[in-house]
């Protein structure tokens, strides 16, 4: 699996557009790419997976370059609950998810 | 849908002693996890099972851990031993058949260790 490298903290403001970037220069053809978030005292939640391009659900879009080195998380006006940890990760098809240290963001009023 | 059930929540016992935690899955995901999320860290795979069969346990440090996933439903890990550094939140999740077209794996709220 794809080592990912993402920024270790972010600060951002309520109501703001935080963009977070994640480098995979090894991805391999088959993974996937997959963001999830975790709150303190829970267990990680799913985000948003893509291959390439852009996907886009209720939560976030997930942007992807053709050369698929690099992703980038949006979170479109975020909110204090959005205070989280959020994880790159790469899956393939073993279904197997290996976590980094994340990104923390801090969302301030 | 009810979602990866873990106990307990907490548990605190002494170096050396022994400890076991459970975890039930979603019902019909076929694969299930545990990993190991020392404070500050993010979480790391100790055991990757498939039904009841082993996929990954290459990060399992067998000498003292042991997991199980009897008739391919519910699961349980074992320390035996318990070391100091043994201290960790330990968590499981589940997935469901075709999760590569998805990414989406479902944990648990987790077992916080404590060895003393």
């Known amino acids: 699996l794809a080592k990912t490298t993402q920024p270790i903290s972010m600060d951002s403001y309520e109501g703001q557009e935080v963009n977070i970037t994640c480098s995979h220069n090894?991805?391999?053809?088959?993974?996937?790419i997959t963001w999830y978030q975790q709150f303190p005292s829970q267990g990680p939640r799913f985000i948003i997976q893509?291959?390439?391009t852009k996907v886009t659900n209720e939560v976030a879009s997930l942007f992807i370059p053709a050369d698929r080195k690099s992703s980038t998380l949006s979170l479109p006006r975020v909110s204090l609950s959005d205070t989280a940890v959020y994880y790159c990760?790469?899956?393939?098809?073993?279904?197997?998810?290996?976590f980094g240290s994340g990104t923390r963001l801090l969302v301030r009023p | 849908e009810a979602g990866v059930a873990q106990s307990p929540r907490y548990k605190i016992i002494e170096k050396r002693q022994s400890v076991a935690f459970w975890c039930n899955p979603i019902?019909?995901?076929?694969?299930l996890y545990w990993y190991q999320q020392i404070l500050g860290q993010g979480p790391k795979l100790l055991i990757q099972f498939q039904n009841n069969g082993v996929v990954d346990d290459s990060q399992l440090p067998k000498d003292r851990f042991s997991a199980e996933r009897l008739k391919g439903v519910d699961s349980t890990l074992k320390i035996q031993p318990a070391k100091l550094e043994d201290s960790a939140v330990y968590l499981c999740?589940?997935?469901?058949?075709?999760?590569?077209?998805?990414?989406?794996?479902?944990f648990g709220e987790g077992s916080r260790l404590t060895v003393l």
């Open positions: 999740a589940s997935s469901a058949p075709g999760t590569v077209d998805t990414g989406e794996l479902f």
């Open positions: 019902s019909g995901h076929a694969t």
């Open positions: 990760l790469a899956m393939d098809s073993s279904y197997k998810l290996i």
């Open positions: 090894n991805i391999a053809t088959n993974d996937y």
């Open positions: 893509g291959y390439k």
